[in-house]
């Protein structure tokens, strides 16, 4: 079975950098749609960022406006590994992260990602 666990969450002021990490295990996901998803307390789940391979090319990137220009998704090369560089952090950044794999579809779509990661807290404060 294919696991995933987040690392790299804490606590940060505004203004500051962080790098979130998720891999995985019990499987090759190289096919496979790779995203971040994060939940604020008293907010629904949503898209952060996420990759999908593409024939020929490397993995093709998506964001969501909310961080366009502040975050970057990485994914390895052998695919079984995610990473979210963030950037220019706010407090609307707070939530719990999490990664995410599926078979592919509508990249921002949550019902897409049949595994999951337990989630890794990422607090912004002053």
């Known amino acids: 079975q294919v696991e995933l666990v987040e690392s790299g969450g804490g606590l940060v002021h505004p203004g500051d950098s962080l790098k979130l990490s998720c891999s995985s295990s019990?499987?090759?996901?190289?096919?496979?749609?790779m995203a971040w998803f994060r939940q604020a307390p008293g907010r629904p789940r949503e898209f952060v960022a996420g990759?999908?391979?593409?024939?020929?090319?490397?993995?093709?990137?998506y964001y969501a406006d909310s961080v366009k220009g502040r975050f970057t998704v990485i994914r390895n090369n052998a695919g079984n590994a995610i990473h979210l560089q963030m950037g220019s952090l706010t407090f609307a950044d707070t939530a719990v992260y999490y990664c995410?794999?599926?078979?592919?579809?509508?990249?921002?779509?949550?019902?897409?990602?049949?595994?999951w990661g337990r989630g890794t807290l990422v607090t912004v404060s002053a």
């Open positions: 019990g499987g090759t996901l190289s096919a496979y749609d």
């Open positions: 995410a794999t599926g078979p592919g579809g509508s990249q921002a779509d949550d019902r897409q990602y049949e595994t």
């Open positions: 990759t999908s391979w593409k024939k020929g090319r490397t993995y093709q990137a």
